[in-house]
């Protein structure tokens, strides 16, 4: 990949926040780890944002609120008035312009092939808007054979036109039904994992000091590394780079190949400078005692459906991914040797763990009374939904262990959890992104006729899923509202920080707000507990009291 030299400058966007929308402001706001009521501008005293992997929004909501209900299956019946999303219509299926239709992928199916969601090979499968290159430039075949990858009668790959409904993404279909949801929100960038998971963190993909060319547009050296040290400093030649590829973060020691390291500041750094408890907590982090990094599960849940034992199955899969955790990539949030808290009562403070964890120490501080104010959660790389490594059987696991815990909690009457994706994996969408950041360089394709500096940072991206589940989400809603992943930076800011931004680089200065998606004027103590294995409601109906 060629890799140029560009000068990092910084690019304004009062005009653009304008032309969005604004959302809310308030300035001066400070909240702590423990808020008076009248702190904050929102009723939500502790977020979670549960950030998965690799879908798009038609892979998992084409066709909600309609499945298809085979015998056997888990039913979907969609509550009475329920809205419509900017879905497939049948039209869009019988007439689609790409060189295969869309088609359903059953649940005995769903341990699917992982697809190009590439930089340049994103933006050319969309062509400008046209939509129409999907098997052409995302499709790809399978890793290994027990992978469902389908090939069309002329031979070619076509698994990215496929899709899901709440017969296999039944949870989350669900969780629709009772709280709120987007159909108009996007990834910030065009892109693979990394570039969401550092947006979704610092909300830029710039201030690259080191990285492989490959990953790197722009004339930087290469890290070497891993660094064992957060004090070690980064390579750098004085120039700064824009990462484009998946790489791992130079301060991990569980990092392989050639790693890449950024400077600015992350979202981490507002809230510890603020006194915001805060934590990103991931699966697999804990190192085992001999050092490595290996520890690792089968498909537990796709391995059942499809009668397969979990306990002799040999494809297996690390649980921690490096380049999922933006923190590291930053000298001032790494946690280089996976060291943990000194104590649960100080999880979500800065001590040797740095605000980094392994997700047990998440539940371990919410029994404690110790939730911090913001969370990041990770599932283990079997369970986060990526294709090749996932599935949304397995997927669903995490999901509903996950929210039935946090429902119960005495916290939930005042918490708010966002499920985000990081990227769309390549999968079809058939809604063109609003370009909001041209980039026209080698690397892009109909990205627009300039280059809002630094360069290789076109977006908006692929429209992914976004659901927020809380007491004081809207019921049954379908926001229209145009958001993107530092949409979710915004909120933060708002509610904790007093509107402050990362910097003058980053993009949540544009970002829609997600306000559209609660009702402040009052709670409703609905809870939604779910059955893991099939994604239905554990009991006939939610259960719950105003």
């Known amino acids: 990949m060629l890799a140029i030299a560009r000068s990092h400058r910084i690019i304004r966007h009062a005009a653009l926040a304008i032309a969005l929308g604004a959302g809310l402001f308030f300035p001066g706001n400070r909240a702590t780890s423990a808020p008076p009521v009248s702190a904050a501008p929102t009723p ?18 084409a066709t909600y609120p309609v499945a298809v209900n085979p015998a056997g299956q888990p039913p979907f019946h969609a509550r009475p008035g329920t809205p419509s999303v900017n879905g497939l219509t049948p039209g869009l299926i019988e007439r689609n312009p790409n060189a295969s239709r ?27 808007g046209l939509m129409d290159q999907f098997p052409l430039f995302a499709a790809r075949g399978p890793s290994n054979d027990r992978q469902f990858c389908r090939r069309s009668s002329a031979g070619h790959w076509e698994t990215a036109m496929g899709y899901f409904d709440g017969n296999t993404v039944t949870a989350l279909w669900n969780y629709a039904q009772h709280f709120a949801m987007s159909d108009n929100s996007f990834a910030t960038m065009s892109g693979q994992s990394t570039r969401g998971a550092l947006n979704l963190a610092a909300g830029d993909n710039s201030g690259v000091l080191c990285g492989p060319r490959d990953a790197i547009f722009g004339e930087v050296p290469e890290c070497g590394g891993p660094a064992a040290s957060a004090t070690t400093p980064a390579p750098t030649k004085g120039q700064l780079g824009t990462l484009v590829n998946d790489t791992d973060p130079y301060w991990d020691v569980c990092s392989q190949g050639k790693p890449a390291a950024l400077t600015g500041r992350n979202i981490g750094d507002l809230l510890t400078a603020a006194g915001v408890t805060w934590g990103w907590f991931q699966g697999g982090f804990t190192r085992s005692a001999d050092g490595t990094c290996a520890a690792g599960h089968a498909l537990e849940a796709f391995d059942r459906a499809v009668s397969v034992d979990p306990g002799t199955d040999l494809l297996r899969f690390r649980d921690y991914v490096p380049h999922h955790n933006p923190f590291q990539y930053f000298a001032s949030t790494a946690n280089p040797q996976h060291l943990p808290p000194t104590s649960v009562a100080t999880v979500g403070t800065t001590d040797q763990a740095n605000h980094l964890y392994d997700l047990s120490w998440f539940w371990d501080a919410a029994h404690a009374g110790k939730l911090p104010a913001v ?31 946090l429902q119960q909690l005495r916290e939930w009457r005042r918490m708010a959890v966002i499920i985000a994706a990081d990227d769309s994996d390549g999968w079809y969408d058939h809604v063109m992104p609003p370009i909001v950041i041209q980039s026209n360089t080698p690397l892009d394709f109909r990205c627009g006729s300039r280059t809002d500096e630094p360069g290789a940072r076109c977006g908006y991206g692929p429209r992914l899923p976004l659901l927020v589940i809380s007491p004081w989400a809207r019921e049954n809603y379908v926001s229209h509202t145009l958001t993107d992943q530092t949409s979710i930076l915004r909120f933060i800011e708002d509610n904790w920080l007093g509107g402050q931004r990362v910097s003058t680089n980053s993009l949540d200065a544009i970002a829609g707000s997600l306000v559209d998606l609660f009702d402040f004027s009052r709670p409703r103590m609905r809870r939604l507990l779910l059955d893991a294995a099939t994604g239905l409601p554990a009991s006939s109906r939610a259960s719950g009291r105003r």
């Open 44 to 61: 939500i005293r502790y977020l979670v944002v549960i950030f998965q992997e690799n879908h798009s929004f038609d892979q998992y909501f």
């Open 102 to 128: 869309p088609f359903r992928i059953d649940r005995t199916q769903s341990y699917t092939c992982d697809q190009d969601h590439d930089y340049t090979a994103e933006q050319r499968a969309r062509n400008g």
């Open 375 to 405: 969370s990041f959660l990770k599932a283990p790389a079997y369970q986060n939904g990526h294709p090749g490594n996932s599935n949304p059987l397995d997927e669903q696991v995490f999901l509903v262990e996950t929210l039935n815990r």
